[in-house]
């Protein structure tokens, strides 16, 4: 069973290979049964975690499982908030093939996903891009975007001012042209892309903020309980999401129907749509778009099957 470094795997998974690899894979589709989700712990205590447990399988004949383990308690004490697996096997067999690093698969998909839903939803001429979170997933969401957009000004925003410049000296390190914003209106208000990033429970973006002709980029939240964008953010904006469970997990969703600012009739298409071409993306230059991602297992499968064909391809 190989079992690559995480720093073996970030090769593997490089951006443009990764953000082809996630077109093709919900252009063809999968089997995805619904996450399991589990409290471990008492619920609202602050060493409470969550266990999600993500299978998919394929017709090409893999099969993954990721179990991913987010604890927010663990930034008082000095841990990451999230730790996770991903085992793959033959779908024939049942045979491990190999285990990697969950949270660089999990991080690198995401990010991989927020780029493969702007090339649809973003302007063509898009060319400035804030990331607000400087997190693991955050670090990562503009070299992802720098794949599909000539991106001329990036800046990061972060609740804590130290880790955004810090992420974008590490960005400007990559040959980035990435800085830190300590505005966060202003800095919204100048993007033609903002993406947010993080574990956010209550609203850090505003509709008034956002430009008409905006992508605004949602993928940090994943429970009914965090919210990164106020319900008003999807009234008069054309929005898509990354699959059909979306609307059931997503607590921005959730909250903009219920303020009825957006009904789950009026999403406008999931990925699959788009990769396929049986749902458009924009439509014009000064149409507001919206993407919210919960995450699937589909992205994961495809981003352990991408690294494990090179894998095995350097064997021989």
């Not at 953010?233 to 999401?241: K, Q």
């Not at 919210?292 to 494990?308: F, I, P």
Request: proline fraction near 5%; hydrophobic fraction near 45%; charged fraction near 20%.
């Amino acid at each position: 069973m190989l079992q690559p470094e995480a720093a073996l795997l970030r090769d593997l998974l490089s951006f443009p290979l990764l953000v082809s690899a996630l077109r093709d894979a919900f252009a063809a589709g999968a089997t995805v049964p619904l996450r399991h989700t589990h409290t471990i712990g008492e619920a609202g205590q602050p060493d409470a975690g969550i266990s999600l447990l993500m299978p998919a399988w394929d017709a090409e004949g893999f099969y993954g499982v990721k179990i991913v383990n987010i604890y927010e308690g663990n930034a008082a004490h000095g841990l990451p908030g999230l730790h996770s697996t991903y085992m793959l096997y033959s779908a024939r067999t049942g045979a491990p093939l190999a285990m990697f690093d969950g949270n660089e698969i999990t991080s690198r998909r995401t990010a991989a996903a927020a780029a493969l839903a702007a090339d649809y939803l973003a302007r063509p001429d898009a060319r400035s891009l804030l990331v607000v979170g400087a997190g693991r997933v955050g670090s990562l969401v503009a070299p992802a975007m720098a794949t599909v957009r000539q991106l001329d000004r990036i800046e990061i925003w972060d609740i804590d001012a130290s880790a955004a410049a810090r992420c974008a000296q590490a960005l400007r390190e990559q040959g980035l042209p990435a800085s830190a914003a300590t505005d966060l209106e202003h800095a919204v208000r100048a993007a033609d892309i903002v993406s947010c990033a993080t574990l956010a429970t209550s609203p850090l973006i505003h509709a008034e903020w956002l430009a008409a002709g905006s992508h605004l980029d949602l993928i940090g939240s994943f429970t009914p309980r965090m919210t990164e964008a106020e319900p008003a953010c999807f009234a008069n904006a054309s929005v898509w999401v990354d699959t059909d469970e979306a609307p059931a997990k997503s607590g921005d969703l959730l909250n903009a129907f219920a303020a009825g600012c957006l009904t789950p009739e009026s999403l406008r298409g999931n990925l699959t749509g788009l990769a396929r071409g049986t749902c458009a993306g924009r439509q014009s230059a000064t149409e507001r778009t919206v993407f919210k991602a919960v995450g699937t297992a589909l992205e994961d499968l495809a981003s352990a099957r991408l690294a494990y064909r090179q894998l095995t391809a350097s064997q021989h």
